[in-house]
Each structure stands twice: as structure tokens, then as C-alpha cells.
């Protein structure tokens, strides 16, 4: 059963840094291409930053220079580190993953909630 679990959210003021990471197992997902999405109350879920099996990252105009996206294949765990946090940062955010060659992401977090304080 594949599986994703996102941890490392919590509260923080305007200007903080958080690190969320997302522990996948149940899969060989070090052949897989990962992200992270977010979802903030009445928006739609949106993509925050990706990274593909080969290492090859791209993040959303609103976080680039501020987040960055990375994953460990050893240890099967994929992070986000949030620096600069703004309170329009603040949403659910969840891990995805898919297969080589896949358009949509098939497996998905339960998600971890970050907010931030202005």
C-alpha cells in the first residue's frame, strides 16, 4: 500500500521558516517525480513546487526565492523549507507523487496544516 505522510506544519509569524516533510513508503518512489501542493480556505488547491526522480526542481512565481523544494532518496522522504513566510502562505499543505511519464499525481498526503500570523 503506498503511502504519504506529511509532517512539520504548525504556526508561525510573518517572516518565519518552516520545513515540511513528507515520508513515503509502500512504493519505490526514489523512481517517482514529487510535489507539493496547497489549499487555503475557499481557494482551489494549487501546486507549490515540484521535483522530478532525477532531482530537476520547479516552484510557483508566488514562492520562488523563498521556498525551497528537495528530497532524499535514501531515506524515501521528499521537504519543502519555507523561509520568509507570508500570511497568504497560510493553507493545507500536501505531498503527491506519480510515475514516470504520469500527468496527473496519483498518491497524495493526508496534508499538514500551516498558518501564519501576521
Known amino acids: 500500500q503506498a503511502q504519504l505522510v506529511e509532517s512539520g506544519g504548525g504556526l508561525v509569524q510573518a517572516g518565519g521558516s518552516l520545513r515540511l516533510s513528507c515520508a513515503a513508503s509502500?512504493?519505490?518512489?526514489?523512481?517517482?517525480?514529487m510535489g507539493w501542493f496547497r489549499q487555503a480556505p475557499g481557494k482551489e488547491r494549487e501546486f507549490v513546487c515540484g521535483?522530478?526522480?532525477?532531482?530537476?526542481?520547479d516552484c510557483a512565481d508566488s514562492v520562488k526565492g523563498r521556498f525551497t523544494i528537495s528530497r532524499d532518496n535514501a531515506k524515501i522522504t521528499m521537504y519543502l523549507q519555507m523561509d520568509s513566510l507570508k500570511p497568504e502562505d497560510t493553507a493545507v499543505y500536501y505531498c503527491?507523487?506519480?510515475?514516470?511519464?504520469?500527468?496527473?499525481?496519483?498518491?497524495w498526503g493526508q496534508g499538514t496544516q500551516v498558518t501564519v500570523s501576521s
Open positions: 503527491a507523487a506519480k510515475g514516470i511519464g504520469r500527468v496527473g499525481y496519483e498518491f
Open positions: 509502500g512504493r519505490t518512489f526514489s523512481r517517482y517525480n
Open positions: 521535483i522530478s526522480w532525477l532531482g530537476v526542481t
